[in-house]
T-cell receptor, first 115, second 117 residues
Framework: AQKITQTQPGMFVQEKEAVTLDCTYD???????LFWYKQPSSGEMIFLIY??????QNATEGRYSLNFQKARKSANLVISASQLGDSAMYFC????????????FGQGTILTVHP | GAVVSQHPSWVICKSGTSVKIECRSL??????MFWYRQFPKQSLMLMAT?????????EQGVEKDKFLINHASLTLSTLTVTSAHPEDSSFYIC?????????????FGPGTRLLVL
Protein backbone atom coordinates (compact mmCIF):
# COMPACT_ATOMS: atom_id res chain seq x y z
CA ALA A 1 0.00 0.00 0.00
CA GLN A 2 1.09 3.53 -0.65
CA LYS A 3 0.67 6.49 1.62
CA ILE A 4 1.35 10.19 1.30
CA THR A 5 1.37 12.45 4.34
CA GLN A 6 1.23 16.22 4.37
CA THR A 7 1.37 17.35 7.98
CA GLN A 8 0.83 21.07 7.42
CA PRO A 9 -2.87 21.87 7.02
CA GLY A 10 -2.01 25.53 6.47
CA MET A 11 1.07 27.63 5.87
CA PHE A 12 1.61 31.38 5.76
CA VAL A 13 4.43 33.17 3.98
CA GLN A 14 5.33 36.77 3.23
CA GLU A 15 5.44 37.81 -0.39
CA LYS A 16 8.90 37.38 -1.97
CA GLU A 17 10.02 34.93 0.69
CA ALA A 18 10.63 31.21 0.21
CA VAL A 19 8.41 28.53 1.70
CA THR A 20 8.74 24.77 2.09
CA LEU A 21 5.73 22.48 1.99
CA ASP A 22 6.35 19.10 3.58
CA CYS A 23 5.53 15.71 2.11
CA THR A 24 6.49 12.26 3.31
CA TYR A 25 5.61 9.03 1.61
CA ASP A 26 5.63 5.32 2.12
CA UNK A 27 5.67 2.63 -0.53
CA UNK A 28 6.99 -0.84 -1.15
CA UNK A 29 7.48 -0.18 -4.85
CA UNK A 30 11.15 0.18 -5.81
CA UNK A 31 10.13 2.53 -8.63
CA UNK A 32 7.84 5.43 -8.07
CA UNK A 33 7.17 8.99 -9.11
CA LEU A 34 6.35 11.95 -6.92
CA PHE A 35 4.25 14.87 -8.09
CA TRP A 36 3.16 18.21 -6.75
CA TYR A 37 -0.04 19.86 -7.88
CA LYS A 38 -1.46 23.30 -7.12
CA GLN A 39 -5.20 23.79 -6.75
CA PRO A 40 -6.36 27.42 -6.65
CA SER A 41 -9.84 28.37 -5.49
CA SER A 42 -11.16 27.78 -9.01
CA GLY A 43 -10.60 24.06 -8.44
CA GLU A 44 -8.37 23.19 -11.35
CA MET A 45 -5.38 20.97 -10.60
CA ILE A 46 -2.17 22.44 -11.98
CA PHE A 47 0.86 20.18 -12.37
CA LEU A 48 3.96 21.78 -10.86
CA ILE A 49 6.84 19.34 -10.68
CA TYR A 50 7.82 15.66 -10.94
CA UNK A 51 10.56 13.61 -9.30
CA UNK A 52 11.37 10.03 -10.22
CA UNK A 53 12.66 7.68 -7.56
CA UNK A 54 15.81 6.97 -9.56
CA UNK A 55 16.51 10.57 -10.47
CA UNK A 56 19.91 11.58 -9.15
CA GLN A 57 19.19 15.26 -9.00
CA ASN A 58 16.40 17.19 -7.37
CA ALA A 59 13.80 18.41 -9.82
CA THR A 60 13.43 22.11 -10.49
CA GLU A 61 10.85 24.02 -12.51
CA GLY A 62 11.23 27.78 -12.39
CA ARG A 63 10.47 28.92 -8.85
CA TYR A 64 9.58 25.39 -7.78
CA SER A 65 12.09 22.86 -6.60
CA LEU A 66 11.64 19.49 -5.00
CA ASN A 67 13.86 18.58 -2.06
CA PHE A 68 13.98 14.82 -2.52
CA GLN A 69 15.47 12.85 0.36
CA LYS A 70 15.00 9.22 -0.55
CA ALA A 71 16.34 7.72 2.68
CA ARG A 72 13.94 9.86 4.70
CA LYS A 73 11.13 9.25 2.21
CA SER A 74 10.43 12.92 1.91
CA ALA A 75 9.68 15.07 -1.12
CA ASN A 76 9.25 18.62 0.07
CA LEU A 77 8.24 21.39 -2.32
CA VAL A 78 10.18 24.62 -2.10
CA ILE A 79 8.65 27.74 -3.61
CA SER A 80 11.10 30.59 -3.93
CA ALA A 81 10.16 34.28 -4.12
CA SER A 82 6.51 33.69 -3.21
CA GLN A 83 3.88 35.65 -5.09
CA LEU A 84 0.32 36.50 -4.13
CA GLY A 85 -0.86 34.20 -6.90
CA ASP A 86 0.79 31.26 -5.15
CA SER A 87 -2.00 31.25 -2.56
CA ALA A 88 -3.73 27.92 -3.12
CA MET A 89 -4.05 24.34 -1.91
CA TYR A 90 -1.01 22.21 -2.71
CA PHE A 91 -1.12 18.44 -3.06
CA CYS A 92 1.72 15.97 -3.01
CA UNK A 93 1.00 12.77 -4.91
CA UNK A 94 2.74 9.50 -5.67
CA UNK A 95 2.56 6.98 -8.47
CA UNK A 96 4.03 3.57 -7.72
CA UNK A 97 5.36 1.08 -10.21
CA UNK A 98 2.48 -1.25 -9.49
CA UNK A 99 -0.19 1.46 -9.23
CA UNK A 100 -1.33 1.15 -12.84
CA UNK A 101 -1.47 4.90 -13.07
CA UNK A 102 -3.38 5.52 -9.85
CA UNK A 103 -2.16 8.57 -8.02
CA UNK A 104 -2.18 8.58 -4.23
CA PHE A 105 -2.73 12.07 -2.86
CA GLY A 106 -1.78 13.65 0.42
CA GLN A 107 -4.24 15.64 2.50
CA GLY A 108 -3.10 18.93 1.04
CA THR A 109 -1.64 22.15 2.45
CA ILE A 110 -3.34 25.51 2.13
CA LEU A 111 -0.71 28.16 1.41
CA THR A 112 -1.52 31.80 2.03
CA VAL A 113 0.87 34.45 0.75
CA HIS A 114 0.67 37.79 2.58
CA PRO A 115 1.61 41.09 0.89
CA GLY B 1 1.03 21.64 -22.16
CA ALA B 2 -1.67 19.03 -22.46
CA VAL B 3 -5.22 20.29 -22.12
CA VAL B 4 -8.14 18.44 -20.60
CA SER B 5 -11.62 19.90 -20.67
CA GLN B 6 -14.71 19.05 -18.67
CA HIS B 7 -18.29 19.87 -19.40
CA PRO B 8 -20.32 21.17 -17.74
CA SER B 9 -18.35 23.18 -15.21
CA TRP B 10 -21.41 23.65 -13.01
CA VAL B 11 -24.60 21.67 -12.76
CA ILE B 12 -27.59 22.00 -10.45
CA CYS B 13 -30.20 19.28 -10.64
CA LYS B 14 -33.17 17.92 -8.78
CA SER B 15 -32.89 14.81 -6.65
CA GLY B 16 -33.57 11.69 -8.70
CA THR B 17 -32.30 12.97 -12.01
CA SER B 18 -29.21 11.75 -13.83
CA VAL B 19 -26.29 13.96 -14.72
CA LYS B 20 -23.63 13.32 -17.36
CA ILE B 21 -20.17 14.86 -17.12
CA GLU B 22 -17.80 14.79 -20.09
CA CYS B 23 -14.02 14.72 -19.93
CA ARG B 24 -12.02 15.35 -23.09
CA SER B 25 -8.31 15.39 -23.82
CA LEU B 26 -8.01 18.13 -26.42
CA UNK B 27 -4.51 17.77 -27.80
CA UNK B 28 -3.42 14.25 -26.96
CA UNK B 29 -4.76 10.73 -26.90
CA UNK B 30 -5.44 9.45 -23.41
CA UNK B 31 -5.28 5.71 -23.02
CA UNK B 32 -6.34 6.07 -19.41
CA MET B 33 -8.65 8.51 -17.70
CA PHE B 34 -9.38 8.78 -14.02
CA TRP B 35 -12.39 10.14 -12.17
CA TYR B 36 -12.09 11.74 -8.74
CA ARG B 37 -14.45 13.42 -6.34
CA GLN B 38 -13.45 16.05 -3.86
CA PHE B 39 -15.32 17.46 -0.89
CA PRO B 40 -14.54 21.00 0.31
CA LYS B 41 -11.05 21.39 1.77
CA GLN B 42 -10.37 17.68 1.39
CA SER B 43 -8.13 15.64 -0.83
CA LEU B 44 -9.08 13.99 -4.10
CA MET B 45 -10.61 10.55 -3.84
CA LEU B 46 -10.20 8.27 -6.81
CA MET B 47 -13.51 6.82 -7.92
CA ALA B 48 -12.56 4.80 -10.98
CA THR B 49 -10.04 4.18 -13.71
CA UNK B 50 -11.26 4.24 -17.27
CA UNK B 51 -9.47 2.66 -20.23
CA UNK B 52 -10.58 3.20 -23.79
CA UNK B 53 -12.70 0.35 -25.06
CA UNK B 54 -12.94 -1.55 -21.80
CA UNK B 55 -14.97 -1.48 -18.63
CA UNK B 56 -14.00 0.94 -15.92
CA UNK B 57 -12.32 -0.28 -12.76
CA UNK B 58 -13.99 1.11 -9.67
CA GLU B 59 -12.40 1.77 -6.31
CA GLN B 60 -13.68 -0.02 -3.27
CA GLY B 61 -16.86 1.53 -1.97
CA VAL B 62 -17.82 3.25 -5.22
CA GLU B 63 -21.14 2.03 -6.61
CA LYS B 64 -20.59 1.19 -10.26
CA ASP B 65 -24.33 1.20 -10.98
CA LYS B 66 -24.63 4.70 -9.62
CA PHE B 67 -21.54 6.17 -11.25
CA LEU B 68 -21.54 4.94 -14.83
CA ILE B 69 -18.32 5.51 -16.71
CA ASN B 70 -17.87 5.19 -20.44
CA HIS B 71 -14.59 5.66 -22.31
CA ALA B 72 -15.72 5.54 -25.89
CA SER B 73 -12.65 6.99 -27.54
CA LEU B 74 -9.07 7.96 -26.80
CA THR B 75 -10.17 11.53 -26.17
CA LEU B 76 -13.49 11.20 -24.36
CA SER B 77 -14.69 9.69 -21.12
CA THR B 78 -18.06 10.32 -19.50
CA LEU B 79 -19.28 9.97 -15.94
CA THR B 80 -23.01 9.66 -15.38
CA VAL B 81 -24.34 10.10 -11.88
CA THR B 82 -27.59 8.19 -11.96
CA SER B 83 -30.53 9.09 -9.72
CA ALA B 84 -28.50 11.79 -8.04
CA HIS B 85 -29.18 12.64 -4.40
CA PRO B 86 -27.99 15.54 -2.24
CA GLU B 87 -25.15 13.47 -0.83
CA ASP B 88 -23.74 13.18 -4.36
CA SER B 89 -23.15 16.93 -4.37
CA SER B 90 -19.42 17.32 -4.80
CA PHE B 91 -16.62 18.50 -7.07
CA TYR B 92 -15.88 15.90 -9.74
CA ILE B 93 -12.52 16.02 -11.50
CA CYS B 94 -11.19 13.91 -14.31
CA UNK B 95 -7.60 13.40 -15.33
CA UNK B 96 -6.03 11.93 -18.42
CA UNK B 97 -2.73 10.22 -19.08
CA UNK B 98 -1.05 8.75 -22.10
CA UNK B 99 0.00 5.75 -20.07
CA UNK B 100 0.35 4.34 -16.58
CA UNK B 101 4.11 4.43 -16.17
CA UNK B 102 5.46 6.24 -13.12
CA UNK B 103 6.74 9.17 -15.13
CA UNK B 104 3.41 9.75 -16.84
CA UNK B 105 2.03 13.08 -15.74
CA UNK B 106 -1.70 13.15 -15.32
CA UNK B 107 -3.38 16.25 -16.65
CA PHE B 108 -6.51 17.31 -14.89
CA GLY B 109 -9.69 18.83 -16.17
CA PRO B 110 -11.04 22.01 -14.58
CA GLY B 111 -13.63 20.04 -12.62
CA THR B 112 -17.41 19.97 -12.43
CA ARG B 113 -19.32 21.21 -9.42
CA LEU B 114 -22.49 19.22 -8.89
CA LEU B 115 -25.24 20.43 -6.61
CA VAL B 116 -28.21 18.15 -6.10
CA LEU B 117 -31.25 19.80 -4.57
Amino acid sequence: AQKITQTQPGMFVQEKEAVTLDCTYDTSDPSYGLFWYKQPSSGEMIFLIYQGSYDQQNATEGRYSLNFQKARKSANLVISASQLGDSAMYFCAMLGGTSYGKLTFGQGTILTVHP
Amino acid sequence: GAVVSQHPSWVICKSGTSVKIECRSLDFQATTMFWYRQFPKQSLMLMATSNEGSKATYEQGVEKDKFLINHASLTLSTLTVTSAHPEDSSFYICSAATGTEIQETQYFGPGTRLLVL
